[in-house]
Every structure is written in structure tokens, then in C-alpha cells.
């Protein structure tokens, strides 16, 4: 423990935002994937239900077995469908719901995707001053090179640490956003599957 509060203060104060930034990127990460576990139940619940008996499924009945679901994305969903007048309306309100999820699930990722562009170059600074003041101390002495040495390795710890934070917040930012891209393709097709029983229901 004490070796970590060492580096943690060999490494300047560019050390505490890559701090906020290291706690801040594993909390959006784990906050992310919990919803997304949440969000992929939702989505088989949906497709469950879109699917079973899609040709002979009557338009009515569609919405009552959505009902039945307990869940705050379908009840908008349902709304949406029954205030939609005809089938290009119906297609608009789907539409705007896939716009309005694709939002809420990459809400934090523009956060991520800066850290990880950050963190590094924060690093870099931190280095940097680090070796300015290393030589500094130094001075005119040419003769001291473990001190030399010494500061510098030192004034690496920075970049280190940097480095570090961003390889986690790009993993994060890697890995929702292939489950972003995953969640809203099997959306579109419950969606789709709405769209036909609506087709199928109603004369256009």
C-alpha cells in the first residue's frame, strides 16, 4: 500500500484526474453492463413475443400479450402503437422509439471515448513536468546521472498510469458500443416483426 501512495505521488498531480477518470470509466462500464444484461432480457422478452405465431397473430392480440410485459420500454412502446393512425405512422413511432433507445444506451460512452483520448496525453504531461523538474534539480551537474535517472523513472509513472486508464475506458467504450450496435439490430427486427402483424391486421 505504501508503494502505491509512492508512485501515486512520484506521478505529480496530473495523478488525481487520472484518478476520477480510472473510477469514473469502471463505474460507467459496470453501470453500462448491468443495463445492458437488463435491456437483453427485454429484447428476448420482445422477441418471444413478436415471433410466436407471427401469421395468424391478430393485431389486438400482439398488444395484449406486449401489455402483459413489465416493462417501462415496451409500455411506451404499446402506447406508440395504439396512438399510431396507419401503417406509415406506425412506422415513424417505431422509428423515433429505436432513435430514443439508441440514445439511453450510449448515454456515457461520449464520456468513455474522451478518457480514452485524454488519459494518455494527461500522462504525457505529467512526464513531461516530471523531467522538467528533474533536470532543474540537477541542474548544472552533469556528474549526477542516478539523479537524472531516478526523476525520470519517476516522471514515467504518469504516462504509465495514463496509458492504463485509457486501455480500460477504451475496453468499455469497445465493448458497449459492439452491444449497442447488437441490441438495436435485434430491435429493428422485433420491430419489423410489428410492423408485418400490423400489415397483416389492418387494410392499407
Known sequence: ???????????????????????????????????YRQF?????????????????????????????????MVGHLVMSMKAARNYLNLTNRLED??????????????????????????GLLGTVVGMIRSFAAVGGDIGAPTVI???????????ATGLTVAIIALFFHSY???KVNTFIARLEQSFGNILDVYNRSHSL
Open 1 to 35: 500500500m505504501e508503494h502505491i501512495i509512492h508512485l501515486f505521488n512520484a506521478g505529480g498531480l496530473v495523478m488525481y484526474p487520472l484518478l476520477i477518470f480510472l473510477i469514473a470509466s469502471w463505474t460507467i462500464g459496470i453501470e453500462r453492463i448491468r443495463l
Open 40 to 72: 437483453s432480457q427485454t429484447l428476448s422478452q420482445l422477441k418471444t413475443v413478436t415471433e410466436y405465431d407471427q401469421e395468424n397473430k391478430a393485431w389486438s392480440a400482439l398488444l395484449n400479450q406486449l401489455e402483459s410485459l413489465d416493462n417501462n
Open 97 to 122: 422509439t429505436v432513435t430514443i433507445v439508441d440514445m439511453d444506451l450510449k448515454r456515457g460512452l461520449n464520456w468513455l471515448s474522451m478518457m480514452v483520448t485524454m488519459a494518455p496525453l494527461l
Open 149 to 159: 535517472t531516478g526523476g525520470v523513472s519517476e516522471a514515467l509513472i504518469a504516462t
Open 176 to 178: 458497449c458500443a459492439y
